[in-house]
């Protein structure tokens, strides 16, 4: 009879539903715990999926949890890591560790030694494509990388309550695909430029951009480059192209199904996802699936840990002081 993972979901907002979905619908899962400051949303959540809601010492304490999935809000995700790892659960944590980046160093510091399974959620990791251009790219297909070019568009303004607790477009947004480049190309950032505007909200100017451009040089040479926008005008649009010495791979946008019209001296094609979520949804659950087996002792490659989410927000943080200052920045080492 297959074990089920026991899991406690700590924070029932938007990200913790889409998680609550994917725990309550795993067969290897059973969400035992919903915990939220706003108790009333947590037992909304709990009753919902079959939970009962309760409070985080209850998941921290109970030897009737063994997992738990922090995406409660970014400034506590650090000390609730802690002290999961610490009473001994296995931890799945949503992105970044910490807005601080020497506090996320002292967490990892702390907890590294304990062993229990630990994740973070660079979620793209598992999008399908990008799969296939690593694979395809490992097995040498294009050679040796020398230019990689990505771009990451959302499709829609999120509130302005949002991002003045988001930590900013390169913590936020950017540090997906901080990951993926050191991911798909097994490769370090070790200089970044960055340059951004506040363009589709210029009330966001005193504290944020929602539009940038990136430029990083890789450890073994390659040349990268990261466009952002918080707002297109024709859906949600993610790429990414890997140059090689021998030719190239292109994780492209990707459209929702429909058919293309060829009709007098035009052509008319279905357009993209209409936002972020609806084209990455299944991510989510992918992403929660390999934790689920890695918890159970299966190797799972790519499958990012405490390093990786320390080494992407460094270039995060290398990227907003590029910002402000107007030059390169070197990216801390981890």
């Known amino acids: 009879m297959q074990t089920l993972q026991r899991f406690a979901l700590i924070g029932s907002g938007f990200i913790g539903q889409v998680h609550a979905a994917n725990l309550a619908s795993h067969p290897g899962v059973e969400l035992a715990l919903v915990c939220d400051i706003d108790h009333a949303r947590a037992e909304t959540v709990a009753q919902r999926f079959g939970a009962v809601a309760g409070s985080v010492q209850q998941a921290l304490n109970s030897d ?78 294009i ?21 003045h607790a988001s930590g900013g477009q390169m913590r936020d947004q950017a540090i997906h695909f901080f990951d993926l480049l050191r991911w798909l190309t097994e490769d370090e950032v070790v200089t970044v430029g960055a340059l951004g505007a506040a363009l589709a909200m210029p009330e966001i100017r005193e504290f944020d951009v929602d539009t940038s451009v990136l430029i990083m040089r890789m450890q073994q040479g390659a040349l990268a480059q990261l466009d952002n926008t918080r707002r297109t005008a024709y859906g949600y649009d993610e790429r990414i192209s890997v140059m090689g010495s021998a030719g190239m791979l292109a994780s492209e ?4 199904r429909g058919a293309t019209l060829y009709q007098g001296n035009g052509i008319t094609q279905p357009g993209l996802y209409a936002d972020w979520f609806s084209r990455v949804q299944t991510t989510y659950y992918s992403h929660l699936d390999a934790f689920v087996r890695h918890i159970k002792g299966e190797q799972v490659d790519g499958l990012p840990g405490l390093i990786d989410g320390l080494r992407a927000q460094a270039i995060a943080e290398a990227a907003q002081l590029s910002l402000v200052r107007g030059e390169f920045v070197a990216v801390e080492g981890i």
Do not use: W
């Open 64 to 141: 009737a949890i063994d997992a738990v999935l922090i995406a409660s809000a970014t400034p506590t995700h650090a000390d609730l890591l802690e002290q999961a790892v610490r009473a001994g659960k296995a931890v799945y944590c949503e992105k970044p560790i910490d807005l601080s980046l020497q506090r996320a160093r002292d967490v990892v510091e702390k907890i590294s030694p304990i062993k229990v399974p630990v994740t973070v959620g660079f979620n793209r990791r598992f999008d399908l494509s990008h799969q296939q251009l690593k694979a395809q790219f490992k097995q040498g297909v």
């Open 143 to 163: 050679g040796k990388a020398e230019l990689i070019q990505m771009a990451c568009r959302a499709s829609e303004l999120p509130p302005i309550s949002y991002l």
């Open 253 to 256: 946008s990707q459209s929702t």
